[in-house]
């Protein structure tokens, strides 16, 4: 049963990261932008005469019905009967910058990451990475009781959030820890976080991993706020091809390209929602195509290559700033750790293919390689990173376990001004109980 689930899963990420019919092709040339042009704007097919029928950009004015008329009158007709390809048999391309071994595939002046940012980027990306292996740890020590790792994700945390301007709005999913920490949340905020104690923001009413910084404007529309504002700033919400798969991502793609709102939807393809593959998912071409269904610029990206994330979000940016338009990314990567700590994904796919994308497609250590050729980074600023980093997390979780929990009427405020009558009971009751069963509950949670 393994193999038959190694086969589902591979077959389709081996074939987006492998397949010469979907990588971008090394020998040509880069354009100006960042973006391939042809990915971004792929041409409106014209069959037999027929032009598809797309709403234009419009001002929601009292024009827009002469403007829909416009829009009409370009709709030719056709006395053959054609239907549309269902067939997946021509791949959306990937935009790649570095390949496998970390090397540039074209050298292109459009990347301008300095040493600064570069080194940045990777630091950023090994602490994300030893932050997981401890925090994780201290879930299976019992010292937390929940814990979900970014394990071959690195590059898509760190590298996104890199390309984003601290006043762009963050409607995170679950796994984008390391967008937080790029814009200065520090160990023991997360530290904080997970153990609930009174400084977690919080205020220990969210399992752990759900962060939220209103000063990092981590939080969970944005976007149309800030069209109306005209802010030079943009939204970007984050999640999984599972995700993709409800009705809130069509709901959202379909009204944001309507509305004409700068936002940047995110998607981490990494072959798996829990234990469902990819396979079971979806019959199109991935998430990508989804875009242009609706009007949205889209981009298909390797999600393990941190120059590639990096450009491709920081032309999505700008692209929605001064167009006002939704961009769509699709980050095809792995998930090599389990979905949580409740999860034990050797259960449905080999440990063989986990250990191959660990190893193999490592982003941290691709980026590594990169950053080791231009002269920036070193074994010994590796090991001097990496022993620093466990020495903070170590003194933060000592630090969070020492303080203690929020107050009991913290779970009843924040919600309404004057407390219904139903919740005063509620308290009232709760107070008591522990009163009456006070070796049941925690010593250190403030009555």
């Not at 920081?314 to 167009?323: D, Q, V």
């Amino acid at each position: 049963m393994a193999a038959s689930y190694f086969l589902k899963s591979n077959k389709f990420i081996m074939h987006n990261l492998k397949s010469s019919k979907f990588l971008i092709n090394h020998t040509s040339s880069v354009t100006n932008s960042l973006f391939s042009r042809h990915l971004l704007h792929p041409p409106l097919p014209d069959h037999a005469g027929i032009k598809p029928f797309v709403g234009g950009r419009r001002s929601h004015t009292a024009t827009s019905f002469s403007n829909d008329v416009d829009q009409v009158e370009k709709l030719k007709f056709t006395p053959k009967r054609i239907f549309t390809s269902g067939s997946n048999e021509e791949r959306t391309n990937c935009y790649r910058v570095l390949n496998e071994n970390g090397e540039l595939i074209v050298d292109s002046d459009s990347l301008k990451i300095s040493k600064e940012l570069g080194v940045k980027m990777y630091k950023d990306m090994v602490t994300l990475q030893v932050m997981d292996t401890i925090f994780y740890e201290a879930q299976r020590q019992g010292r937390v009781s929940f814990y979900l790792t970014t394990i071959g994700e690195e590059a898509i945390n760190i590298a996104s959030a890199a390309a984003l301007d601290n006043n762009d709005f963050v409607f995170p999913q679950y796994r984008e820890p390391g967008v937080l920490l790029w814009r200065g949340f520090t160990l023991q905020e997360f530290a904080n976080q997970l153990f609930g104690n009174k400084y977690d923001y919080g205020k220990g009413r969210q399992m752990p991993i759900h962060y939220g910084s209103k000063k990092h404007n981590y939080a969970v529309g944005a976007a149309y706020s800030m069209k109306m504002q005209k802010q030079d700033s943009c939204t970007i919400t984050y999640f999984g091809d599972g995700g993709s798969s409800t009705g809130d991502f069509h709901a959202g793609l379909n009204f944001s390209a309507v509305m004409e709102v700068p936002v940047i939807f995110f998607c981490r393809n990494n072959g798996w929602a829990i234990s469902t593959p990819i396979s079971d998912q979806f019959r199109s071409d991935g998430i990508v195509v989804r875009g242009k269904a609706y009007g949205v610029p889209s981009i298909r990206v390797d999600g393990n290559d941190a120059l590639a994330i990096y450009s491709a979000v920081y032309e999505a940016r700008k692209m929605a700033i001064e167009k006002q338009t939704p961009v769509l990314i699709e980050a095809l990567t792995y998930r090599a750790g389990h979905h949580s700590t409740s999860d034990d994904s050797t259960k449905y796919r080999p440990v063989d293919e986990i250990e191959w994308w660990r190893d193999d497609q490592n982003p941290v250590k691709r980026f590594r390689t990169w950053i080791e050729n231009k002269g920036w980074w070193s074994d010994q600023a590796e090991s001097e990173h990496r022993s620093s980093v466990r020495k903070q997390l170590s003194q933060a979780i000592q630090a969070a376990e020492r303080v203690e929990k929020p107050p009991v009427a913290d779970m009843f405020n924040d919600v309404y001004d004057v407390l219904p009558k139903n919740l005063n009971e509620q308290e009232v009751f709760l107070r008591e109980n522990i009163k009456k069963h006070a070796q049941e509950y925690p010593s250190n949670v403030p009555m």
